[in-house]
């Protein structure tokens, strides 16, 4: 899973110098979720919770249609991705159709499915990237992260990305459980000849977010993390680009989200629904129009929905005075939501934000945790699977804010 969020990281090297909030620029970067389908049940997934009551796909033509808008409007990049983007068996089809629009295309995967094949077709179908993930280096954890048995596949998968000449991205999402494998990611990632190595710090969204007691690691494990990958780097170069980036729960300043609320990303979800972020369908309030219903150029620039949080006529005190916030624009408006109710508060990542205590006290909680604390009858993680999306969509839970709800039996 790419770090969607930060501007910082591999998805978003096509950002551009900040835009003036009264000039709304084309977005850059389209994301296409073809599909929440997923062979694998990540426990930090970044779908929504709820994804089983959106479980509608647009179909071939009409997502060369979002291809078609959203190159006119003027993206650039493109990133196929889910679930598993594999399940569609029309993805080759939609490569080939970026691929003559003039898009740059990555394919976000799991491996399962990749088979040769298909790597056979969309190489011919002009595919340029592909970024596959693993849950750690080993079987054990890859293996239970995931609730799969799909490690040595993915090993497997990755030899033949390499093989059929891909220039290839592998993710681990990090967190309290495989941060002191750091330096083992390294070596598997060095071995398989990755271009890139993204270690993505878990951000808490999604499924993540209702894990994130388990995942939360403490602030040693980071700094000793940072510390391997930093001597990693000065030994190997450009080998292997690594990138980290620490957990803005362990920061004081928020990041500067998406790199601004439509205005750099656009994500199209399966069903159609167009977002400014990958979680923005969680938000109150928000109505995202349907690419089904509206021509994609009215809705990025007209749209309420991207809107919203366009500029800084929607902030609050203190982001409404603060003087640094050209820099971050008051931050993440999900994690905002999430952690004080109202999407249009500071993100209380930030120090200044009368509710940054809150995040202090989850990351003093996750230093307070033993290893054998991590997973105990009591607390189990709950996996991403359709049961418990309909169970947790039941529940109201799609994206629930940082209060106490009830989840029911957690499996
Ligand atoms: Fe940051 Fe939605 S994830 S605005």
Not at 248 to 269: H, Q, S
Not at 271 to 287: E, I, K, N
């Amino acid at each position: 899973m790419t770090d969607l969020s930060r501007p910082d990281t591999i998805a978003q090297t096509a950002a551009r110098p900040e835009a003036k909030p009264d000039a709304i620029a084309p977005p850059l970067w389209l994301l296409a979720e073809l599909t929440y389908r997923c062979p694998l049940h990540c426990v930090f997934c970044y779908n929504p919770t709820n994804y089983t009551d959106h479980s509608r796909e647009l179909s071939t033509a009409q997502w060369i249609d979002v291809l078609r808008e959203a190159r006119a409007l003027g993206a650039a990049q493109l990133g196929f991705s889910g679930g598993e983007p594999l399940l569609r068996d029309d993805l080759e089809v939609l490569v080939g159709e970026a691929r003559q629009l003039g898009f740059y295309t990555n394919l976000i995967t799991s491996g399962i499915g990749l088979t040769d094949t298909r790597l056979d077709a969309l190489k011919a179908a002009g595919l340029d990237h592909i970024q596959l993930s693993f849950q750690d280096s080993t079987q054990e954890l890859n293996d239970f992260l995931s609730s799969t048995r799909t490690f040595d596949l993915k090993k497997r998968v990755a030899a033949s990305i390499k093989a059929h000449g891909f220039p290839m991205v592998l993710n681990c999402v990090l967190h309290r459980f495989n941060l002191p494998h750091v330096d083992k990611i390294i070596d598997m990632a060095l071995a398989m000849d990755a271009e890139y190595l993204e270690l993505a710090n878990t951000q808490y969204y999604g499924w993540a977010h209702t894990n994130r007691a388990q995942l939360m690691p403490t602030a040693g494990q980071l700094q000793e993390a940072e510390a391997v990958v930093n001597r990693y780097r000065k030994e190997i170069g450009e080998r292997c680009k690594i990138f980290f980036v620490v957990p803005d729960y362990f920061e004081t300043r928020p990041k500067r989200c998406m790199n601004g609320w439509g205005a750099v990303f656009l994500g199209i979800a399966p069903d159609g629904a167009a977002l400014p972020c990958h979680t923005a369908r969680s938000l109150p309030g928000l109505t995202f129009p349907n690419v089904t219903d509206m021509p994609l150029r009215e809705i990025w620039y007209e749209s309420d929905a991207f809107n919203r949080f366009r500029g800084f006529g929607w902030m609050k005190e203190p982001c409404r005075s603060c003087d640094e916030k050209e820099r971050d624009l008051g931050g993440c408006r999900c994690q905002a939501y999430l952690l004080t109710g109202d999407p249009a508060n500071a993100d209380p990542v930030c120090d200044k934000s009368p509710e940054h205590e809150h995040v202090v006290q989850v990351v003093r909680a996750a230093a307070t945790r033993t290893p054998a604390q991590q997973i105990t009858k009591e607390q189990p993680v709950l996996f991403r699977n359709d049961a418990n999306s309909r169970r947790l969509a039941a529940a109201g839970d799609g994206h629930p804010p940082d209060h106490p709800v009830s989840r029911g039996e957690r499996t």
